[in-house]
């Protein structure tokens, strides 16, 4: 059984930085791809950033590009989301998904599993 567990959310005020964490377990994941996602009041859940769990190439929604980086730490089987000059945009639910095709994905339906979210609030 997968699970994603997502922490590190929380109140910051504009300008300030946070760092997320996904743990996994219930597989092997070196063959997988890791994305974050988010989704603010009222609106879709959108992609923010993905990676091939193995490492490589990583890839950014335009929005946060130079502002957020994803890693990962293997022997924690986490993956993390450091965001940096956060805005009052980036306020949501940031959730981190699973997609065991392998290939990273700016889609959210190629992702097969979900955690539960981490709330995100930046204040101006």
């Known amino acids: 059984q997968v699970q994603l567990v997502e922490s590190g959310g929380g109140l910051v005020q504009a300008g300030g930085s946070l760092t997320l964490s996904c743990a996994a377990s219930?597989?092997?994941?070196?063959?997988?791809?890791m994305g974050w996602f988010r989704q603010a009041p009222g609106k879709e859940r959108s992609f923010v950033a993905t990676?091939?769990?193995?490492?490589?190439?990583?890839y950014y929604a335009d929005s946060v590009k130079g502002r957020f980086t994803v890693s990962r730490d293997n022997a924690k089987n986490t993956v993390y989301l450091q965001m940096n000059s956060l805005k009052a945009d980036d306020t949501g639910v940031y959730y981190c998904a699973l997609n065991t095709d392998g290939l990273p994905s700016l889609s959210r339906y190629e992702y097969d599993y979900w955690g539960q979210g981490t709330q995100v609030t930046v204040s101006s």
């Open positions: 990676m091939p769990w193995s490492g490589g190439s990583t």
């Open positions: 219930g597989r092997t994941f070196s063959s997988y791809s």
